[in-house]
């Protein structure tokens, strides 16, 4: 079995840097475009964590032309949510063969794995592969140079939570996930097979919500865990009325467990955010808050209810990212007004 995983940035870069480095059998293909993907074909990738500092030479594609699919691959998409239905649609129709007959095609046969944030990716994978799988990623992974990527914990490189999405797992799908868990964990993840994975991305998301915080005011600011404690209020308050139950905090941390302990990484100074915010320090263009505080506000507008906090968010970060703006563009006291602003607003109109 061969894992396919594209995008090869902070999580897609790690789970196939550790794969490579640990696995028995068929090392994994990664698919890295631009200066990135440059640099892992000349150099191989370095990745770096509080333990170790290793180049791994790995295969390599920069896109789903020429890659010959066989029927016992495994794809997992590790892009950020605004770039996934574009990723779905190059690789499902991409031709898979048993050997050297061709036996359909991608979004018919193989399955694909979702490792993003937030709760959408799913549904628009749906749209593609017949058999989709959700992983809910714990993985403090940092990428901001080409070739380059940093995991901030060690011996563990992450944790995943993975199980089939919106159909009851199959016997061969068992099987898969069973092969999986113990390829994934002798390559340095924990991983936990749960038929209600998406309780735990619902729990992840609100985790999440602060990500545009750490892109608008910089990570580690003073002040930032008051106003990320008024967006998951919030978001708290839409689950609860659409029926959404989640795993506690206790059961998280019980999972995780001390694996997830953040230790610095050597010759590596100063504070790093998440992904939203080495997407925007990155100069990307854009970033992935429309399917995070995004998210709670269409839940909320599905129920006829609003979410005005998180929809101020998604939309500052928004305009960060497409301004070019950079990351701690905006101050603790700015966010705070604008957020106060809207939700008197809407207190008015009720």
Known sequence: MRYVIIGAGAIGGVVAARLAQHSTTNPPLLIARGDHGD????AGLRVRSPDDDTVIRLPLASSAAGVHLQIDD???????????EQALREWADQPVHDGRTFVGSAGAILPAFTALNGIESERIALRHFARVFAVCVWLPGVHLTPGEVVVRIAPSS??????????????????LLATLEADWTGSTFQIFLADDVMRWKHRKLLSNLGNALQALLGPAVEGTDDLRARLEAEAVEIYTAAGITWPTADDEEAWRGD??????????????GGSSWQSIQRGTGSIETDYLNGE????????????????????????AAGSGAG?????????????????????SAD
């Open 259 to 272: 694996s997830f302990d953040v230790r610095p990484v050597p010759g590596l100074e100063g504070d790093f």
């Open 158 to 175: 992450g944790t995943f939570v993975v199980g089939r999405y919106a159909a009851e797992a199959t016997e061969a799908d068992r099987e």
């Open 74 to 84: 495994v794809l997992v998409f590790a892009t950020k949510t605004q770039q996934v």
């Open 39 to 42: 640099a892992i074909e000349a």
């Open 327 to 347: 990351a701690a563009s905006m101050t603790v006291d700015q966010v705070s007004a604008a957020l106060d602003e809207v939700d008197h607003a809407s207190v």
């Open 296 to 319: 709670i506000a269409l839940m909320a507008r599905l129920h006829g209810l609003e979410a005005p906090l998180n929809a101020e968010v998604q939309r500052l970060a928004r305009q």
